[in-house]
């Protein structure tokens, strides 16, 4: 018998409720999956072998997706009977109020060609259902009662699965930390910088990350009012410190644009009052880091719908600064222009089969991470980042006992390895985060130019 926990997520609707309509949405969230658990899913999963990931897994994603069309389709059919044909004419035409404000403006002598360009509509949200966390929760029990049969430990059992071989050689993840967050729910107006993020130096171990320069920092809730000031503020911090920004350590900015845009104005309120258009929006970043060359990656610059941007930015600077995008509640859209590699968080229906799959078909491009607003105590993300060999985990500040759990397990399992003789240290910083070199590209190439010739 195992226990599971994961992080779960209920989508822009619900955390935008106050207090305690979060709490009465997270209660409800939690009572369908125990439900679930202690009904149907119990039946259904009875005699299964717990060590047969795969045919349980399908199982548990064939019962969410049957319960997820029965609710949708209740949904639609109360919309049909609660509409009433007026209702339905007066909700067919689109308000433009604030656009014909904006155009106004601009016609006014401000620059025109943002204001003109044609607005996209965000994609509706692809809706939470209640209950879903028991799915991605059974499948994690499910895993780590199938490592103690087999008595090994969850990492070593997960990287089994993904290559159905034991594996003799292992890495340690690259522990990104949250230095400081500037993100809506911060003190201060600046809402762009939602996430600072300190990429630590390549071949460092994990308690020398976490118990040398970062010993007090944590995730710190910081106010300013431009983008500037925190990235001056770890500037200054660092060359006190003797430490070489740009060299020995980089930066990482989680921008979360796509919770600023304000669809009314087809803006981005990147501080309180502050409103900028894509293009505007683009253009704060290339002088952002064009300013600190230590910035070598940004997370979520954009919102999926605005791709021109997305190209346009990486034309400008991705030889330089790496550009992600977070796919955790749309792993099977198509990828966007420019991006490098993809944020995975496990959450919610998320399946421990649904994982490996995710990062065997985008291998070497996927960071896995944390809900920075409802962590998890549960320590197995860090086993989960280590067995499927990805380069990258990100884990937030250290801060909070649900993150430190996790950053100690981190610890435990470089030691552990170590001790067998199994670790095998990085000595530089792979892709995504950092961009490869034309040399390195050239080098990749030369063994696929040389098979070519010989065939």
């Known amino acids: 018998m195992s226990s599971a926990a ?21 209660a409800e969230h939690v009572t ?31 019962f969410f997706m049957a319960r997820y069309l029965e609710e949708k389709d209740n949904q639609n059919r109360e919309k049909e009977e609660s509409r009433s044909p007026s209702e339905h004419d007066v909700a067919l035409p689109s308000p433009p109020p604030a656009q014909t404000k904006d155009k106004k403006i601009a016609d006014k002598g401000k620059k025109s060609n943002t204001a003109e360009k044609p607005f996209r509509q965000p994609e509706p949200p692809e809706p939470v259902l ?3 966390l028991a799915i991605g929760s059974v499948s994690l029990a499910l895993a780590k009662t199938g490592a103690q049969i087999q008595g090994i430990p969850l990492y070593k059992y997960i990287a089994a699965l993904q290559n159905r071989e034991a594996r003799t050689q292992f890495h340690i993840p690259v522990s990104l930390v949250t230095l400081l967050s500037c993100g809506k729910t ?48 770890i500037t200054e911090a660092c060359s006190n410190l003797g430490l070489a920004l740009g060299t020995e350590i980089h930066l990482a900015v989680n921008c979360a644009a796509p919770e600023l845009m304000d669809n009314s104005k087809g803006k981005y309120e990147v501080a309180t009052g502050v409103l900028k258009f ?37 034309n400008v600077i991705g030889h330089s600064c790496s550009l992600l995008s977070d796919i955790t509640y749309k792993p099977q ?28 078909e985008q291998q070497g491009a996927v960071l896995i991470g944390t809900t920075s607003n409802e962590p998890c105590s549960d320590a197995s993300l860090s086993d989960m980042a280590v067995g499927l060999g990805l380069d990258y985990i990100k884990l ?29 240290s990085k000595e530089k910083h792979p892709p995504p985060l950092f961009p490869e070199s034309p040399q390195e590209q050239a080098a990749a190439a030369e063994p696929e130019q040389t098979q070519l010739t010989k065939t």
């Open 396 to 424: 937030g500040g250290l801060s909070g006992a649900e993150r430190m759990t996790k950053y100690n397990q981190l610890i435990s399992i470089e030691e552990e390895l170590a001790q067998q003789g199994m670790l095998v």
């Open 278 to 314: 894509p293009d505007e929006l683009l253009d704060m970043y290339q002088a952002l880091v064009s300013k600190y060359p230590a910035v070598v990656a940004l997370i979520d610059p954009f919102r999926r719908e605005d791709t021109e941007q997305w190209e346009k930015l990486s």
């Open 333 to 360: 859209a198509s990828p966007l222009p420019g991006v490098r590699g993809h944020i995975l968080k496990h959450m919610n229906e998320t399946t421990v089969s649904d994982l490996i799959r995710i990062t065997s």
């Open 6 to 26: 994961i992080s779960s997520h209920f989508g822009p609707k619900e955390t935008s409720l106050d207090w305690k309509a979060q709490s009465k949405e997270r």
């Open 186 to 233: 911060s003190p201060g107006k600046l809402n762009l910088l939602d996430e600072v993020i300190l990429i630590p130096k390549a071949g460092q171990r994990v308690r020398q990350v976490t118990l040398g320069i970062l010993c007090d920092s944590g995730a710190l809730a910081v106010s300013y009012e431009r983008a500037e000031q925190p990235l001056d503020l």
């Open 32 to 62: 369908t999956a125990v439900q679930w658990i202690n009904g149907l899913l119990n039946t259904m999963l009875k005699d299964q072998n717990p060590c047969d990931q795969s045919e349980v897994d399908l199982i548990l994603s064939n």
């Open 130 to 132: 209640h209950g879903s």
